[in-house]
């Protein structure tokens, strides 16, 4: 069987994945320092239990490219009636990848990123 595939092993290439950007906000009860003050004495913030900010997850998005992974194996899926699908594993960590969502350069990874976030 001959496989046409994208990469090869050792290629390094930038993957990219869904996920969630998670930033902080400044508490809304301690304004950000963490202590209330009741009756003359400091208490940890009942809100953000003195974290002084809390967690604000966005909504889901592709994002990633900036590192590089370095491919170590190719994994070929054909089934009857369906295209074939191409993964790739990682080398150090053995995470596998698929061949849509693994670009050579970083402007392309950015690029794709960019595209799929305006569908
Ligand atoms: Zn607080």
């Not at 070929?76 to 790739?88: F, L, R």
Request: glycine residues 10%.
């Amino acid at each position: 069987m001959n496989i046409k595939t994208k990469f090869s092993n050792g290629n390094k290439v930038h993957a990219i994945f869904q996920g969630r950007e998670t930033g902080k906000i400044r508490c809304r009860v301690c304004y950000g320092c963490g202590e209330i003050e009741l009756d003359g004495s400091k208490y940890n913030c009942p809100k953000c239990l003195g974290h002084c900010s809390a967690r604000k997850d966005g909504p889901l998005k592709w994002m990633g490219g900036k590192s590089q992974i370095t491919i170590g194996g190719i994994v070929a899926i054909k089934t009857a009636n369906k295209p074939q699908e191409v993964s790739y594993v990682q080398t150090t960590v053995g995470s596998s990848f698929k061949e849509r969502n693994l670009f050579l350069t970083l402007d392309e990874a950015e690029a794709e990123c960019e595209r799929r976030n305006k569908e």
